[in-house]
């Protein structure tokens, strides 16, 4: 092939479709625990996540809610994933060997947000979320009191006893959140986020009509079971309500994953090198949003 920027142009543009072949149809879990916010800058601040919004009966004067002193900012950051294609295999019309590459950029653009999203997950437990607190955690400041969303229980099928105290425990805790004013917040907890190590464990519980014991379920659907083979732990375990507005976890997009490729054939890369690149590029970051939303058991008391 004679190499030009006509005939590069000509060539990015095929492995370019590949790319977003790849991208548009890679499955994802992600969008099932978190929500995309949109960003318009380097970072974006996220101070009014210390107020969990709730209408009240007005009398007299409005009581307006001031924003917290807490700080909880995201930062973008920036993203790549990079192929080099030998300028001897352009000549040599044997490209066939970077279409794979190509569609493994796709797939590992589109599966950015699942790997924000679920590193989020399985640092819940060390990780500050916006009141200067574990995301997961047992000492939640609420008003005077102090709440925890952190378990320590083995999620559990083996009697309706070790169900109860495991996933009934964190339902019911969850379920019992309330806000300043000792007002429930309505939290309907729906998701069940498991590694595979617990997904048996888990479409058991929220199918079967009697527990290993023998005795009845009572937790039989209360729940659309999550399996992620990037949540790194066997025993944790996650209760999370997306029913809100505000989901558990943040996805902050500042520029969507893109294909992009160097077609200049003058550059000094291919000049010293004789290599040409191409590959996907993207800003994006994670966060934590209203810890209310979730409940982390480690598995392992």
Request: hydrophobic share 40%; with cysteine; charged share 25%.
């Amino acid at each position: 092939m004679l190499i030009n920027k006509a005939s590069l142009e000509g060539l990015f543009i095929s492995l370019k479709a590949t790319f977003n072949k790849a991208f548009t149809t890679t499955t994802s879990t992600w969008q099932k625990i978190a929500m995309k916010v949109p960003s318009t800058t380097g970072q974006e601040d996220y101070a009014w996540l210390a107020n969990f919004p709730k209408m009240r009966k007005w009398i007299g004067d409005k009581m307006v809610k001031a924003l917290e002193g807490f700080k909880y900012s995201i930062v973008n950051d920036d993203w790549e994933a990079t192929v080099e294609v030998d300028r001897n295999h352009i000549e040599d019309d044997v490209l066939g060997i970077y279409a794979p590459q190509a569609q493994m950029a796709g797939w590992s653009a589109a599966q950015l947000p699942d790997e924000i999203v679920y590193d989020l997950v399985n640092n819940g437990f060390t990780n500050k979320c916006f009141d200067g607190k574990a995301f997961f955690a047992t000492d939640h400041k609420v008003g005077k009191a102090s709440v925890s969303n952190k378990g320590t229980a083995a999620l559990s099928v083996a009697t309706q006893a070790a169900a109860m105290t495991s996933y009934g425990a964190a339902r019911t805790a969850m379920k019992k959140f309330a806000d300043e004013e000792g007002r429930p917040l309505n939290i309907s907890p729906n998701v069940l986020l498991v590694p595979p190590a617990l997904g048996d464990i888990a479409r058991l519980l929220m199918t079967v009509d009697r527990l290993e014991d023998g005795k009845p379920n009572p937790y039989k659907g209360t729940a659309e079971v999550v399996e992620d083979a990037r949540l790194t732990s066997d025993t944790a375990w996650f209760l999370l309500d997306t029913t809100k507005p505000v989901k558990p976890v943040i996805y902050q997009e500042r520029k969507a994953p893109v294909f992009v490729s160097q077609t200049n054939p003058e550059a000094d890369d291919v000049f010293t090198r004789k290599k040409f690149k191409f590959g996907a590029e993207a800003r994006a970051a994670g966060g934590y949003g209203f810890w209310q939303l979730a409940y982390g058991s480690t598995g392992a008391a």
